[in-house]
């Protein structure tokens, strides 16, 4: 039976195999949609991977959320696991939307961000919330104090998304915000829907990849605290 | 007095203790003693309700006879009954006075002292020739003199027999100190007060008269030699009903009128923020490209506006920084219990700055607006300027968040500052539709009143969720 690193080091191969792939079919492969109905119809192809990129950080920040839930209820191990892991890949793949979305807004809309956008502002707000996670657990000593303060941030992070939700919903009411998509009329030309689907894939592949390495990383991690401290106490004795 | 169930608590992955069970009774001085690392301080905060539990809880008895859930691991607080509490890092702010100190740990349970027993007690610490003097300017013994009588002088003021929780008190103390101290404990636990102290003290463990050893987290328990008592401490004093927060607001006013970091801090970025925001508005032409129904040019003016004060309220406050020094945090989180950081996160926050600063930003921003459209504004300008209030209570209740860790000098706050935007938004808002329409008291989607109270409720939602979330 593979090995939990083997496992993690092919699914992160496959996944960066297949989100170039992604980009390349994105890139030369997949049509050009209409020119009439998009300012920036060009610019449009970013979407293959921002799309992706969005579908992938809202796993990783619900990897979060639910690791947090349990390391507040039940203080599990393998809940503050899923509280690391998810702070990291919800950064990674967070960052992804919030670069893309504004050369893609700078494009079409003419304006990098538009403060009317509830999608891109949640986004923004929990990618702001799994950069203070990484950069805390790097920095703060470990210990249940620490993980009780930086799971109540998840948990915090979470409570945002209707507080935006709210505050967009209303501010849009006198400033009608700009729809990114709105392609459930006319249908998805089936190319496009090819290319998407690889994509959305190929970054599932990624993050499942990324997710067993990074628990992987946690795990001996751990174990080498543990040695420490039993060298600690061969020390002292 | 204090029992102790099933406790468990864990530090990182370390279970430090476990299934750990104790009862304290009248008149005993429990000595907690093991390794390094082996749990003494966990269960002494334990004990204080300052430690998450994983299992098990705390109770203390009430002067009433009733026990009192002090904490549990299914998130139940309260705060303590009166309780003298020495932490291992004094606990104390350098800006406070030596009888500040004092008083704040006996008038924090409504005890009032008279002014003799104030000056028995520094005395017989060698500390009263020191009792204007700052912490700060003290020796590191003489903090920690300080630090051990503020555990002790509650108790010892008390009519009803109480406990005080003591972690290393013998640590750092001269032999002169460190034989008062003997003297008080021994006294305290002949008029029945109980001790719980962890040292390594040899001399104080064979003084006590129970010895609980800690080890790989379970506890042995051995009776000690105990000890008479030789002090002469002052009489009880008469109790009223105590007024924690009140304290709290006090002590915090006192620290600000000595030393004003916080308004200097919060007024600097401010003003630095007006001077730019003038600089900058003195380029535009402000009535060419203000539109009245795009709002351009006034949304503008409204954010430079409410910038410098929305700018002060969301500052690190400064009593969040004088929380952090020595532990003084965890001190006043054990005296206030559930109520801590509810009433940190408004009593730090910036209240008295908001108002005005919005009013000094209009009158120096303002100068190319209409005389008509000013007086609106000046009618009703003190409104975004009140929300700007909740703001700020609700960046506090943040920065107190991220100061629960143990090295917050090295986290970026701002990431989670950035959530008051919105509220920011919809006071520029407000204001700006102020500006081009007038003041109206409709509640309809986009009226200023309804922007203000949409902002105000964002503020508050974040406050709560960062300030009752850790809690439970």
Known sequence: MPSQRDVGFTLTFLGIIGAVATLILGLYWAPLVDPGSWNAPEAYRILYWHVPFAWSSFLAFSMLFVGAISWYRNRTDWGWRWVSTGSDLGLLFGLGVVTSGPIWGSAEWGVPWDWGDLRLNTFALLTAVAFFLVLSKKSQPDGQDTRDTLAAIGLFGFALVPITAVATTWYQERHPGVVIVNSE?????????????????????????LAILTDLVQRMESKLEQRLREIDEEVAN | MLRISDLEVHRGNRVVLSGLELYVSSGDILALEGKNGSGKTSLIEACAGILPLTQGKVEWMTPSGEWLTVRDSEGRRSRPPLMGLTLQSDGICG????????????????????????????SEWGLDHRREDRVSQLSGGLTRRLSVLSGLAPVALSETPSVS??????EGLDSAARLTLSNWIGELSSRGHAIVMATHDQELISESTRIISIQSGSISETAGEGRTGLAELPSACPKVEPSPILTLAGWAFRMEKRNPVDTIGRLTPAILALLLSYTILGGIDIPRTASMSTHIGYDLVAALVLAPAFISAVVSPALVRRLSEEDCGRWWAAMLGPMARPANSVISASILLPIPLTYISWFVLSGSIPEETSDEVLKWLWLPALVIIDVSCAASALHLLVSDLRRSSAVAASLLLAVLVWPFIELMDALSVIMTSGMSLDLEIGSPLSSCILASLTAVMVWAVAVFLPEY
């Open chain 2, 95 to 122: 800006e406070e006075t030596v009888e500040e100190r004092l008083m704040t740990s006996i008038e924090i349970f409504g005890l009032k002292p008279t002014e003799v027993a104030i000056t028995e007690m520094l």
């Open chain 2, 165 to 170: 929780l003591l972690d290393e008190p013998s």
């Open chain 1, 185 to 209: 009329e006319s249908g998805l030309d089936p190319q496009i829907f090819s290319v998407l689907v690889i994509g959305f894939v190929s970054f599932l592949i990624l993050f499942v990849g």
